[in-house]
């Protein structure tokens, strides 16, 4: 049986005693609020994060500052996975769209205590592979679905994440994160407020219809939770 311990992180609740007591000494508890950088493209990436509230975005930056988001992290995951595949470097900007808090980890301490023979590296191997799936799914998503579809899937993420009905979220933030312009986001809000699936007051979005959410959104969402259900959803059992 697994002590109660003081994470929300999947990850680290699926470890046994024995290994989440040998790791707890060298984790911290950082919060991360609204739009903190956890790390810069290209930069080393010090600490790697193990998310237990909150949204982290996966932000790629075009040399003319043109944003759009690659992939997102919640507590189901980890940032930082470079230095899980051997390199301290990432392209992408990681960034706190919602905020929450997280543990930290050194990165250094990261590579000489998440051995192959630790269950936490075989999680973050099945973690690397949703990820990936992940990312494949937004490029074609970017690609060929609507500003509205991808608007609701990217609404489903953060609800599953954040936990709550309610969450803050601008309309500029949103336009970033969907690579569109803003006017197109008032659009589609407006849609999704007049349809009763959201109500957006104030930088707030509170999801009123979750399942008409779901049937707004492209296949998209259900493609990448499915992945993340069949890589990690047996890792508490």
Partial sequence: MRQDRSTHNKLLSALSNEEYNRLVPYLELVSLPFKHVLYEPNQSI???YFPNSGVISMVTITEDGETVEAATTGNEGMVGIAILLGVDQSPLQAIAQV?????????EVFRREVTRDSLLYVLLLRYTQAMISQLSQTVACNRLHS????CCRWLL??????????FFLTQELLSQMLGVRRASV?????ILQKAGLIRYTRGKIRILD??????????CYRVVKTEFDRLLG????
Avoid: P
């Fill in 46 to 48: 010090d600490y790697v």
């Fill in 99 to 107: 905020a929450g808090d997280a543990l930290r980890m050194r990165s």
């Fill in 147 to 150: 500003v509205e579809e991808r």
């Fill in 157 to 166: 993420l953060c609800h599953d994440r954040v936990g709550s009905n309610e």
């Fill in 186 to 190: 008032s659009v589609v809000a407006a």
């Fill in 210 to 219: 979750r399942q008409g959410l779901e049937s707004a959104s492209c296949e």
């Fill in 234 to 237: 047996d890792e508490e059992t």
